[in-house]
Each structure stands twice: as structure tokens, then as C-alpha cells.
């Protein structure tokens, strides 16, 4: 089905909640007035639509392919990836230093969601590159700065980040990739990377590789870690030693070619350190909070594509009888609750990621409250966008019925590309750990406070306003917990707080949304939301409360019985 830009959705959120036109305001983002960003978003809506859209099939049904001479991407994606280079499209949020056009964070988070909501795993390769851009801008030097950093805006080159290898997935500092001084500010880069999105294509010429590897007599652990920039092609114009060896065959996001590299294997592969010796992870935390809400972001995507999918089928497909004719299965009690259901999911993990993109650009401008707020949201935008993104995926295959497991309607495509989100760029898990290792904790307390007293303030809905009482108790209960008891409530904990934020959105939302046929979508999805979602999560409290022992009454063995 042709997939539909959600630009008034969108417009909406950038005004409630993300209060564009108070970014708008400011000296630094003077550029985003309400025509310029009409016209982005109206824009970047037509693009993706009429050239991206279409391609979606042919990536997941032919798919990226390995070749001794690198990475070959299906027919017509070279040509609608230069022009989204051609279009602007990569340089929305880059500063004007290098290029971009100087546009909020936020601006650029709207138009990757339309993008990836055409192509979900084509829209990937932006997104990395989104986040080299933030590690060089923020870390890297002058030079590098000015080498690198215009021809990745406009997209000419894109950039990929190299993290894991086969022994260090989610424990970073158990890495064993090298790094020999060449006595001329250069390094010799060696080592095997894996699960490296994009990380060969022929898309672009060259391809920018952020690399973190370990530098002579380093200290062990997560401290001994640098980064370095190695590029496919050196700036010479000579090949660097970097070869793709394989790529993965994956359930979905076929078109995203996920490889294994290997760099050095003629001793010949050059890097230029990023930052200071040993700061490779703080770096590597720039590029990866920024991916954390794209992928984040991702949920919003696949949740549309799958809502739009599903609401097409609905409104199509004849089965049974209402008042004694046949009708469509939109008009029975139980396709309708999943459809509502889809839709305000959607428009909450819209609501969640965005709102967190817009205190990016605030703590940009140096607001330090926007700066922890942002520290708190992160995890709830990654984590939670990417689980709705997974429910609404699989309620779209739902509301298809049998025709949903047919590879032909392509519900099930939404479902494999989804299932990724919540495990790449820090499992769901982790990010549960982090909000309550690190972050009820952020500032002596003081952000999640924060959080807690603006939903307070705002809630309008008796259960929104239990649910925020209710996380803000376990919040200063799992404050105290000890390691285990805090690690074994996280996940609920972070969904009910998740929820709480959305919720407190939604309602925000609803007051905004004006009169019209959008308008009154929007309180009733904002109803359904309170009343049902919202009351849902209130039974997560057993788990967000219990302690970590029943979850080692048994021994490990005792499992496979």
C-alpha cells in the first residue's frame, strides 16, 4: 500500500510538544520558522513517498548482497540515495559550519521518521551518519573536523560506528581490536569488527568508519579504550586495508547490509585518533545517545507503516455481519480496539521521542535542566518506542488475520525489521539498568524529582495521576534497593514511568490539537490512552516492587527441566 507522510501528526508534536516556535526564538535556530519547516516537512513527505516507498518491497524481498568486491544494494537504490544527497535531506540538522542548514534536532528527527517510515532499514544508513556527525562535531579536531564533517552532511559519505566484536557485545571493554602509534600522528588500525550496520555498500564513494580499539600498554577495561576514524577510501584517494568479510543473513531489515569487517589484514589500515588517548568510550557515548533516540525513533516508524498497513486492510476486507449485513472488519468491537490501540501507541511513542529530541536542542543551547532531562527520557524513548514498535507491528499482523502471516501484504515485514530495535544500540535491558543505576539517581535525585513534579503538575486523568504517585514511590524505593532488587523491577519500572511520560503527553496533546476531524482523533486516542494504557501498566507494580530473590530460587541448571 502507498505509505502516507503523518505530517499533520508530526506538525502537532513539534508545536505541543517540543515547542518549536520557542526554539524558533532563539538566535541559534532562527532559521526554523513556521514556513521553512512546513516546507521541510511537506518536502521531505513527497520524497520519501515517491522514491523511497517504493523501494521498501524490493529491499526486504532482494536485499543487500555480499560480493569479493564489496557490498552490492538492489536496483534503484543508488540513484534515490543520491538524491536524498542531491534534495539536502542529510544536512536538515547539521550546523552551518559544515554545510547543514543549522535546523532543530527535532526538525531532523521528523524528517528520519518520515523517511524510515517509507524504509525503515534504508533510512538506517542516515541515521549513523547522523551520529558520526555528532562524535566528530563534539570530539574530533579541527582538521578532522573540516575534512569529514561536509561531505557526511550532505550525506556524499556516510559514516557507521564499530563497537562489536565476537567477544565484546554489550561488555565494550572486553575489545581486542589494536591500535599502533605510526610515529606520524596516524595509527595502524587491526582487528575484526561485527554487526556493523552499512558498514560496506555502494551507496556513496567513501565510507567513514568510527572504530574503538585499544592503544599500547592500555589500561584493561572500558578505561583503555580510544577512538579512531578510519575511512574506506584515505583522503589521498588510496584504499584503506578495511575489507568486508561477510554479512549477516538476518530476519529482517534485509536491505540494511549488517557485516563483519576486518581491519589490517596487510598491516595497512590507517586511522587518525579521535580525541584524547583513552577517551574512546566518552566519545563513543556522543554517537550512541543520538543513536539511542533514532532507534527509538524506529519504533515510530515501523509503528506507522504497520498502523497505516492495518487500517488500509480494515477498512477493505468484508467478513461477518453487523445489524444483519456484511461488513468490513473495521466495524467489529474487537479489530476496532486494536486499531485504536495501534494508533495511540503510535502517536504516545511519537509524543516520547520527539519530546526527548527537543531537549536535545535545548540542552544545546546550554539549558543544564533540558541537559538531565534529557539524561532521564533517553532510556524511556529508546526502550519503550522500540517495545511499541514491536507491539504495533505485531497488532498489524493481528488485524490481517491469516493474510497477516502471508508474506505477500507485507504486515509481517513491519514484524521482522521491528524485532531488532529493541536489542541494537543497547538492549532494552540495558537501558532499564541504566535508569535505575544511574539515572533515579541523576543530579542527588533532583531530575527524576523533577520529572515526577511536572507530570504531577499537568496530569488531568485520576489513573494518570495514580500511575505518576505510584512510579514516583517505587522510583525513591528502588533508589534505596540493593544492586539485584533494582536490576529485577527495572524493566516494569521503566515501562510504568514510560508510560506515565506518555500519558502526561497525550493529555498535552489533546488540549492542543484544535477542532476538526484531526483534532477529535486526537482526544479520543488521548481518551483511549488514559483509560486503558494507562491503568494497564498500574498492575506492573508486584514486579517493579519484588525482590530479586525468587528470580534465583532456583539454580541455574535447574532451567532446562
Known amino acids: 500500500m502507498p505509505f502516507t507522510p503523518p505530517t499533520t501528526a508530526q506538525r502537532l508534536v513539534l508545536d505541543a510538544i517540543v515547542d518549536l516556535p520557542a526554539l524558533g526564538a532563539t538566535e541559534r535556530f ?3 520558522s513556521p514556513d521553512v519547516v512546513d516546507a521541510v516537512l511537506d518536502g521531505a513527505g513527497q520524497f520519501a513517498a515517491g522514491e523511497w516507498a ?4 524490493a529491499g526486504d524481498t532482494v ?35 559544515w554545510g547543514g542548514q543549522g535546523l532543530p534536532f527535532a526538525v531532523q528527527t521528523a524528517v528520519l521518521e518520515t523517511l524510515g517510515g517509507a524504509n525503515m532499514g534504508f533510512a538506517l544508513c542516515p541515521t549513523l551518519t547522523v551520529g558520526a556527525i555528532e562524535a566528530l562535531a563534539h570530539h574530533g579536531s579541527p582538521a578532522q573536523q573540516a575534512a569529514y564533517l561536509p561531505k557526511l552532511a550532505t550525506g556524499e559519505w556516510t559514516g557507521t560506528m564499530n563497537l562489536t566484536e565476537p567477544q565484546a557485545g554489550s561488555d565494550v571493554g572486553a575489545l581486542r581490536a589494536n591500535a599502533t602509534p605510526l610515529g606520524d600522528g596516524r595509527w595502524s588500525i587491526k582487528g575484526t569488527k561485527i ?34 576514524l578510519v575511512p574506506k577510501v584515505r583522503l589521498d584517494g588510496t584504499p584503506n586495508d578495511v575489507r568486508v568479510v561477510s554479512i549477516e543473513h538476518k530476519m529482517g531489515l534485509h536491505v540494511s547490509p549488517t557485516c563483519v569487517l576486518s581491519f589490517g589484514d596487510h598491516d595497512d589500515c590507517v586511522g587518525e585518533l579521535i580525541g584524547p588517548e583513552h577517551g574512546g568510550m566518552r ?14 525513533l524506529q519504533g515510530v516508524q515501523v509503528a506507522e507503516g504497520a498502523t497505516q498497513a492495518a487500517v488500509a486492510y480494515a477498512l477493505e476486507r468484508v467478513q461477518g455481519a453487523r445489524a444483519g449485513q456484511a461488513a468490513r472488519i473495521v466495524e467489529h468491537p474487537d479489530v476496532r480496539r486494536m486499531l485504536l490501540r495501534m494508533k495511540a501507541q503510535t502517536m504516545a511513542a511519537r509524543a516520547l521521542v520527539y519530546y526527548a529530541a527537543g531537549q536535545v536542542d535545548r540542552a544545546g543551547l546550554g539549558d543544564i535542566e533540558a541537559k538531565n532531562r534529557l539524561e532521564m527520557v533517553t532510556p524511556l524513548a529508546k526502550a519503550h518506542g522500540t517495545d511499541l514498535g514491536n507491539e504495533v507491528a ?29 536489542i541494537y544500540e543497547g538492549t532494552n535491558g540495558i537501558q532499564a539498568a541504566d535508569l535505575v543505576g544511574r539515572k533515579l539517581g541523576l543530579d542527588g535525585g533532583a531530575a527524576f524529582a ?36 533494582r536490576l529485577a523491577a527495572s ?8 508510560v506515565a511520560v506518555c500519558g502526561w503527553l497525550m493529555e498535552r496533546l489533546a488540549r492542543a490539537a484544535g477542532d476538526g476531524a484531526f483534532g477529535d482523533t486526537q482526544r479520543v486516542l488521548s481518551r483511549f490512552y488514559v483509560e486503558q494504557i494507562v491503568p494497564e501498566v498500574l498492575g506492573l507494580r508486584a514486579a517493579a516492587t519484588a525482590s530479586a530473590e525468587v528470580l534465583y530460587a532456583l539454580p541455574a541448571a535447574a532451567l532446562t527441566g
Not at 502471516?405 to 509481517?412: F, K, R
Not at 524493566?491 to 514510560?498: A, C, D, G, K, R
Open 491 to 498: 524493566y516494569p519500572f521503566l515501562t510504568m514511568l514510560s
Open 63 to 97: 536485499g543487500a548482497k555480499w560480493t569479493p568486491e564489496g557490498v552490492v544494494m538492489p536496483d534503484g537504490y543508488r540513484q534515490a540515495y543520491q538524491d536524498y544527497v542531491a534534495g539536502g535531506w542529510g544536512t536538515i540538522g547539521v550546523g552551518e559550519a
Open 394 to 422: 505485531s497488532l498489524g499482523i493481528q488485524v490481517h488475520g491469516g493474510m497477516g502471516y502471508i508474506e505477500e501484504t507485507g504486515a509481517a515485514q513491519f514484524f521482522r525489521d521491528a524485532r531488532i530495535t529493541p
Open 283 to 296: 566519545a563513543m557515548f556522543t554517537m550512541m545517545n543520538n543513536a539511542r533516540l533514532n532507534v527509538g
Open 450 to 485: 523533577a520529572l515526577i513534579a511536572d507530570m504531577r503538575r499537568d496530569a488531568a486523568a485520576d489513573d494518570l495521576l495514580a500511575l505518576v504517585e505510584t512510579c514516583d514511590v517505587i522510583g525513591q524505593r528502588l533508589a534505596a534497593a540493593s544492586a539485584d532488587d
Open 195 to 228: 554487526y556493523i550496520s552499512y558498514g560496506d555498500h555502494d551507496l556513496t564513494d567513501n565510507i567513514v568508519h568510527l572504530v574503538l580499539a585499544r592503544t599500547p600498554d592500555a589500561p584493561a577495561g572500558t578505561r583503555g579504550i580510544s577512538l579512531f
Open 54 to 57: 517504493p523501494l521498501a518491497k
Open 30 to 32: 532562527a532559521a526554523a
